[in-house]
């Protein structure tokens, strides 16, 4: 179950760092794009790593509230990988009707 959560976050970090340009639009991320990814992956490090030790201590309450907030996580950062990708499809989109060889 750890290897699988450990799994997701790696999953949303590349999805997140896909969706905000990097290497695609542009070869850097700005710093505050920098932060937000690094204190989503760590807070979703550190919730996988206290449910871990949740499960071997073998108490359901903690375990539940921090599944609870590792999904909640999960789905702000994937909120933002929809719209980013939006904005960067959109920002391609412009690029190219506006490039020299459109029609």
């Known amino acids: 179950q750890l290897s699988a959560k450990l799994y997701g976050i790696?999953?949303?970090?590349?999805?997140?760092m896909t969706a905000l340009g990097w290497r695609v639009l542009r070869p850097r991320l700005s710093s505050t794009e920098l932060r937000f990814t690094a204190l989503a992956v760590s807070m979703a490090f550190?919730?996988?790593v206290l449910q871990a030790f949740a499960?071997?201590?073998g108490t359901p309450e903690p375990?539940?509230?921090f599944t609870l907030f590792f999904y909640t996580l999960q789905v702000a950062c994937y909120l933002v990988?929809?719209?980013?990708?939006?904005?960067?499809?959109?920002l391609l989109s412009l690029y190219l009707q506006?490039?020299?060889l459109s029609p």
């Not at 790696?10 to 997140?16: F, K, M, P, R, T």
């Not at 990988?81 to 960067?88: L, V």
């Open 46 to 48: 550190s919730l996988v």
């Open 98 to 100: 506006e490039s020299p």
């Open 10 to 16: 790696a999953e949303v970090l590349l999805l997140l």
């Open 55 to 57: 499960i071997h201590t």
């Open 63 to 65: 375990m539940m509230s």
């Open 81 to 90: 990988i929809i719209f980013a990708m939006n904005f960067n499809l959109q």
